[in-house]
T-cell receptor, first 114, second 110 residues
Framework: GAVVSQHPSWVICKSGTSVKIECRSL??????MFWYRQFPKQSLMLMAT?????????EQGVEKDKFLINHASLTLSTLTVTSAHPEDSSFYIC??????????FGPGTRLLVL | QKEVEQDPGPLSVPEGAIVSLNCTYS??????FMWYRQYSRKGPELLMY????GNKEDGRFTAQVDKSSKYISLFIRDSQPSDSATYLC??????????FGPGTRLSVLP
C-alpha cells in the first residue's frame, strides 16, 4: 500500500511555543491530505482538510489561527500548533487519499505540552 | 443517531477464536467501506477495502458489506495475540469525506 510518513513521531514543548508537524506522501502525490486528532481511547476527529495550492478547510470548532496548515507541494503538508497549551496535548495523525477512494495514514505524532 | 455506530468493546477472545466486528450506518449513499487496524500509539493501518455490497477475503480476514441492512462486518479467523488492537470501520460517498466509527478494542488472549 501507499506510504505516508510523519515527523516528528513525538515532541515535548513548553506552553506558549509553536510546534510544526510534517506529513509526507512517499510514493504518490496527494493534492489533498487530512489532519486528525485523537485522544486516548477515542476515535479519530477530523480537524481539517489540507489542499495543495489553496487554503485548508477546517472542521467546525477547529481554530484556524491555532492550527495553521500549509500544503506546500504534492507530497508535503504541515500542521503548526501555535502558542501551544497543555490542552493541545494529543495524538495528531495525517492521512492522504489515493485514487481508489481510500486513504492511508501516517504513523502519528504525539504532542505533549508542558 | 450517529452516522456510523460501532460497539467500542473491549472485546476479549481466546487465541484461535473467530472474531466478528461490526458497524451499522444510516447513510444509504455510502459506497466505499474500509476496515483499519490501529495499534496503541500508532497510526491506523488499512486492512480491507470494499466497494458496494459483497464479501472480500484476504488471508485470515473477511469483510462483508450488506447495503440493504446498512451493516458491515469484519471476521478474523484463527485470531492471534498480535491481532489485539482497535479496529475502525470507515465509509464514504464518492467525492465526500470519510466517516469513521469510534472503533472496537479487541484483545486476543494467549
Amino acid at each position: 500500500g501507499a506510504v505516508v510518513s510523519q515527523h516528528p513521531s513525538w515532541v515535548i514543548c513548553k506552553s506558549g511555543t509553536s510546534v510544526k508537524i510534517e506529513c509526507r506522501s512517499l510514493d504518490f502525490q496527494a493534492t489533498t491530505m487530512f489532519w486528525y486528532r485523537q485522544f486516548p481511547k477515542q476515535s479519530l476527529m477530523l480537524m481539517a482538510t489540507s489542499n495543495e495550492g489553496s487554503k485548508a478547510t477546517y472542521e467546525q470548532g477547529v481554530e484556524k489561527d491555532k492550527f495553521l496548515i500549509n500544503h506546500a507541494s504534492l507530497t508535503l503538508s504541515t500542521l503548526t500548533v501555535t502558542s501551544a497549551h497543555p490542552e493541545d496535548s494529543s495524538f495528531y495523525i495525517c492521512s492522504a487519499p489515493t485514487g481508489a477512494e481510500t486513504q492511508y495514514f501516517g504513523p502519528g505524532t504525539r504532542l505533549l505540552v508542558l | 443517531q450517529k452516522e456510523v455506530e460501532q460497539d467500542p468493546g473491549p472485546l476479549s477472545v481466546p487465541e484461535g477464536a473467530i472474531v466478528s466486528l461490526n458497524c451499522t450506518y444510516s447513510n444509504s449513499a455510502f459506497q466505499y467501506f474500509m476496515w483499519y487496524r490501529q495499534y496503541s500509539r500508532k497510526g491506523p493501518e488499512l486492512l480491507m477495502y470494499t466497494y458496494s455490497s459483497g464479501n472480500k477475503e484476504d488471508g485470515r480476514f473477511t469483510a462483508q458489506v450488506d447495503k440493504s441492512s446498512k451493516y458491515i462486518s469484519l471476521f478474523i479467523r484463527d485470531s492471534q495475540p498480535s491481532d489485539s488492537a482497535t479496529y475502525l470501520c470507515a465509509m464514504k460517498e464518492r467525492g465526500q469525506n470519510f466517516v469513521f466509527g469510534p472503533g472496537t478494542r479487541l484483545s486476543v488472549l494467549p
